[in-house]
């Protein structure tokens, strides 16, 4: 009995030594120190500002007119009067337009045909062909907003006008034809602002990233020390290692605690982005999320022989991360391979619960899917950081070792 006590006493001294000895050894590097602090500090308040205003407004178009009437020049004041097009010329020709669109003076050209105001007497359909800049997405969309809002403005013009002319009982079939329409109410962005689309997940992902790079740059000053010490690192702590990798997660997690605050809450307030779920329902979902990011870090430390190599990791993990978060193309639509891939990456499940409870007013218990899947990964990624760090000491002590 007193041997199973001396052992359970002795893991929680070496559990709270390396805590606390971890956070010496932060607080004295200032390389870390930058990256814990100012990565999470300015990342997303730079990336926010750069995002404002959120839309696109006034994209300049340029215009064919082939038809030469009063319709054809209502229809222009109309396409320019929208807060998402401006009409920057009129082009002679469709060659000429492109030529804009190729100088970029335009991203757009809009042909109106010889026969639109013929066929607008007729009650006919008119066809705008439109060439589009697709090399923005988001200028696409709006332009197509903009036509979509004067078509139907037309529309309703032309259905009106017509209505004088259609006797009582034509008319009441033509109400009745009519009589189904849609609404759309945009949940969780309801402005339709870049900025409150990409930023609710990209925080997550700057969290995940700037917490590995912290702490495989910790992991690569251990190796440098075991280098320099026979294949020991003084600075550590002898003892279960089980205990040393939880106490240095902690140490961190710690740390991250009130940027995860900063991030997830006082961010989205000061740039008035869309909030509508309870910080006690997000904020318990970091509490794993920041655990799997640590554990995750020191699991990646054979990557690293050195402090200088945690950024070529950094910077070849952050770009696959992001294309496998579902932030830019969603999860569900990726292959069966790339789907399983994403799904252990801790800032995957982390944008998916945040975003649904923070944009579309969840709770915790409807986002217990990411919820349990992070603490999964916490658990994994911790059982494979102590292998990985027994698995390098026995390393550099036969390859260092005198």
Sequence with gaps: MAKITYKIRFWFETFFRSCTRQFRMVLADAGVMLFFLALPLAYPVVYTLIYNPEVVREIPIAIVDNSRTAESRHLARMIDATENASVAGYAASLAEARKWAMERKVYAVIVIPGDYAKKLGRHEQAVL??????????????????????????????????????PAGALLAEVTEKSVDTQAFMLGNPTQGFASFIMTGLVILILQQSMVLGVMMLGGGSTERRRK??????????????ASVLGRALCVVTIYAPLTVYILHYVPLMFHLPMFGSPWQYLPLALPFLFASAFLGMMLRPLVSE???SFLVFVFTSVIFLFLSGLTWPRSAMSP???????????????????????????????????????????????????????CIRHDLRRYGK
């Design 129 to 166: 062909p439109t060439y589009c800049d697709m090399g923005l997405m988001i200028r696409y969309r709006n332009l197509l907003f903009a036509l979509t809002d004067v078509t139907l403005q037309l529309g309703a013009d032309i259905r009106a006008e017509a209505i004088d002319n259609i």
């Design 229 to 242: 010490n026979s294949g020991i690192d003084p600075l550590e702590i002898n003892g279960p290692m089980s």
């Design 307 to 309: 402090r200088e190599s």
């Design 337 to 391: 391979l790339w789907h399983a891939v994403s799904s252990i990456v801790p800032a995957s499940w982390g944008m998916q619960g945040f975003i649904g409870i923070n944009s579309n007013a969840g709770t915790l218990e409807l986002a217990s899917e990411p919820y349990m899947w992070l603490w999964g990964l916490a658990a994994l990624y911790f059982i494979i950081a102590v292998i990985v760090e027994k698995l």
